[in-house]
């Protein structure tokens, strides 16, 4: 249902756009969030968009999240990428217009993309 792609390696200051594709469902009536696990550690929120955007506070000033309801696709632009940001990165779909970061408010979930930001 959920389809992410765009990951990949990148050099620490440099850049990346994940994408977030919904098939067989719309999603502009709910919220998107984008979470990130790295290996050994919890699965945390990045950051999501609703009614306004998100951003937990390590990614504030350098990652940007957009939604193009047209193409049912979320996006999350990352810039000045550190190597504390190399992660598997999920998107997933809120159960309703309301966002939250904690994991269990999700109701769908992509199979993740890989992001390695080399120092």
């Known amino acids: 249902e959920l389809a992410e792609s765009g990951g990949g390696l990148v050099q620490a200051g440099g850049s990346l756009m994940v994408s977030c594709t919904a098939s067989?469902?719309?999603?502009?009536?709910?919220?998107m969030a984008w979470f990130r696990q790295a290996p050994g550690k919890e699965r945390e929120f990045v950051s999501a968009?609703?009614?306004?955007?998100y951003y937990t506070d390590s990614v504030k000033g350098r990652f940007t999240i957009s939604r193009d309801a047209a193409k049912n696709t979320c996006y999350l632009q990352m810039n000045n990428l550190k190597a504390e940001d190399t992660a598997v990165y999920y998107c997933?779909?809120?159960?309703?217009?309301?966002?939250?970061?904690?994991?269990?408010?999700?109701?769908?979930w992509g199979q993740g993309t890989q992001v390695t930001v080399s120092s």
């Open positions: 968009i609703g009614a306004s955007t």
């Open positions: 067989g469902r719309t999603f502009s009536s709910y919220a």
């Open positions: 997933a779909r809120s159960r309703s217009i309301s966002w939250s970061r904690y994991p269990n408010n999700y109701e769908y």
